[in-house]
């Protein structure tokens, strides 16, 4: 089945810099690959998300890049603000079932004001 | 609010005990996902139903089981519980086998003493 690796597992930034969050996967038929931010206490939820045939995708503040040759995607969050601290966790799939998504490990995000 | 809804909020038990979570999926979404999230860790996938049917497995102990009623709604039960099981279960729907988003619903949180 599918693995997905995301690094770092905690990442700390200064209120107004970027923030980088990478993944990668291994099975090459995966071709969904969605961004979810967890508060603490809170549920999960989708802030992007892209598929394989598109290379970059962008929302306001938030963009994701896909490489599927490397079979890698990143999270870039820019100009971060506090309300960015949470984990983040990527997430890979078969995209026409959806029915093994495999979630990577976290990312805890930490944005000091 | 992800319209997905999760019952008991919290539950407290005792090792050896058997308990049943309850999930009712937003409504027209035919998939639910469980997951499980132990602390400051990621989602573990668990199982996925679809429209009534086992559609995939992830790492679900054989201890535990889930099934979808015809209304849609799924129970996840935990029998002969262990400390370890003490965690966060999260269910998550989509509208079918290719739906996209997953809404997640606000999770139970289970402590086993």
């Known amino acids: 089945g599918e693995n997905v690796e995301q690094h770092p597992s905690t990442l700390s930034v200064q209120e107004g810099d970027s923030a980088v969050i990478k993944c990668t996967y291994s099975d090459s038929a995966s071709n969904y690959f969605p961004w979810y931010k967890q508060e603490l206490g809170k549920r999960p939820q989708l802030i992007i998300d892209?598929?394989?045939?598109?290379g970059e995708k962008k929302d306001q503040r938030i963009a994701v890049t896909l490489n599927k040759t490397a079979k890698h995607f990143s999270l870039h969050i820019t100009e971060t603000q506090p309300e960015d601290s949470a984990v983040y966790f990527c997430?890979?799939?078969?995209?026409?079932?959806?029915?093994?998504?495999?979630f990577g490990a976290g990312t805890r995000l930490t944005v000091k004001p | 609010d992800s319209g997905v809804t999760q019952t008991p909020k919290h539950l407290i038990t005792a090792t050896g005990q058997r308990v049943t979570l309850r999930c009712s999926p937003r409504s027209g979404d035919l998939s639910v996902y469980w997951y499980q999230q132990s602390l400051d860790q990621g989602l573990q996938f668990l199982i996925q139903?679809?429209?009534?049917?086992?559609?995939a497995k992830g790492n679900i102990l054989e201890r535990f089981s889930a099934q979808q009623f015809p209304d849609l709604h799924s129970e996840l039960n935990l029998s002969s519980l262990e400390l370890g099981d003490s965690a966060l279960y999260f269910c998550?729907?989509?509208?079918?086998?290719?739906?996209?988003?997953?809404?997640f619903g606000p999770g139970t949180r289970l402590t086993v003493l």
């Open positions: 998550a729907s989509t509208s079918g086998p290719s739906g996209n988003e997953q809404f």
């Open positions: 892209i598929r394989s045939n598109v």
């Open positions: 997430a890979a799939s078969l995209g026409y079932n959806n029915n093994d998504m495999r």
């Open positions: 139903y679809y429209n009534g049917e086992e559609r």
